[in-house]
């Protein structure tokens, strides 16, 4: 874990961003709201936040030396120990951070990384997390590195003339090869599972994260899933009967929810899983009105859908939580199907389902995909 409060003293944490210039800083803002979020989740208290407008990145440590030095100042007089950074940072970059500030230094993908390893409650998410941080890890690893086998216990032995080095990037080697192994064994599952559904139609819920998908899933079928207002508390898929009062062939998948500047590792690692997406015969789209960026949020779901193959799958636009923001108007140019609902509230449920059950009978589309 980055975060660490095993021993009952919550981290205290200084949050970084970086404006190319000034025009762009409020952006840099709301996304340094959104990390602040991330950081709670992950259990680490803020005690400050700071923004550096520069063109370009450092080569050496991304931000400049006088800010560095002033972070390093901070550091001490807050009793922080933690520094984070909103953007990724190069291995070279976070090992020269480190030396300077004398304090751990974390970017946006690790810590993300970390709360989908806290959140992770089935195998398969479990497994799905492991691997995408291992592979994260392993262009970072140096002579400095915790030995590997310290952190997952000794898998092979030392070869002659190796480096210890070299033999914790091996270790690392053997360990996603093995959970790419266990991994191709829960797909082959997941695909008989899948088979048994090809004659039903399925609709699965996207969306950024916490935008309440869970929720609206739980209304449409009754599921049971774990609702709270947090990010990324459903990491794995969920798949339940949609519920009707007449006799239908439809089935909804929840699914995890997405986020800006999610490390491609969890993307890659989590294709399986969002292969429920891929295959859907419909997609709802919820979106969290009462989010200042929410058309932001949108394209950002629209980009990861696109990169798992699922931007041609058709889908309608929910816009969720509308009794926090009860003026809220749909923008003109969406051409899609749109929807007002507040999910906690109830409101505007019925109109959604009317128009599921009516998209249903259309059957399932073709996919070359399926299997």
């Known amino acids: 874990m980055v975060i660490d409060n095993t021993k009952n003293e919550t981290e205290k944490a200084i949050l970084v961003g970086r404006a190319p210039d000034s025009r762009q800083r409020a952006e840099v803002e709301a996304s340094l709201e959104e990390l602040a979020r991330l950081t709670y989740t992950a259990g680490a208290k803020i005690v400050a936040k700071r923004i550096q407008t520069r063109p370009r990145p450092d080569p050496a440590m991304f931000i400049g030396k006088g800010l560095v030095q002033q972070l390093k100042e901070q550091l001490e007089s807050d009793g922080a120990n933690c520094v984070i950074f909103d953007d990724t940072l190069s291995p070279a970059q976070q090992r020269n951070l480190e030396k300077a500030l004398d304090a751990k230094v974390i970017d946006r993908p690790i810590l993300i990384l970390d709360i989908f390893a806290n959140q992770a409650r089935t195998r398969a998410a479990r497994l799905q997390v492991e691997l995408a941080q291992l592979e994260y890890t392993l262009p970072r690893l140096t002579g400095a590195w915790v030995h590997f086998s310290r952190q997952y216990g000794q898998i092979g032995s030392k070869g002659p003339g190796e480096t210890q080095l070299e033999i914790d990037r091996r270790q ?40 309440g998908k869970s929720t609206l899933f739980n209304l449409l079928t009754r599921g049971g899933v774990t609702t709270a207002d947090r990010l990324f508390t459903t990491l794995d898929s969920t798949t339940r009967q949609m519920v009707s009062r007449h006799p239908i062939n439809v089935v909804i998948s929840d699914t995890v929810g997405f986020i800006k500047k999610l490390p491609h590792q ?14 859907a015969d419909l997609l709802i789209h919820v979106v969290d009105c009462s989010a200042v960026d929410f058309e932001q949020r949108f394209q950002q779901t629209r980009q990861v859908l696109a990169d798992i193959q699922a931007e041609r799958v058709p889908y309608l636009l929910v816009y969720n939580k509308i009794d926090l923001n009860s003026e809220f108007v749909p923008p003109t140019a969406d051409a899609t199907t749109s929807f007002l609902v507040s999910a906690s509230k109830k409101v505007g449920i019925a109109a959604l389902q009317t128009e599921l059950i009516a998209r249903s009978q259309h059957g399932p589309r073709k996919n070359d995909r399926q299997s």
């Open 266 to 279: 969890l993307v890659e690692s989590f294709k399986s899983t969002l292969e429920e997406v891929s295959l």
């Open 172 to 211: 690392v080697r053997t360990k996603i090869a093995h959970l790419k192994g266990l991994l191709k064994k829960l797909d082959k599952q997941r695909s008989t599972q899948r088979k048994q559904r090809q004659k039903m139609f399925k609709i699965a819920m996207v969306g950024y994260t916490n935008a």
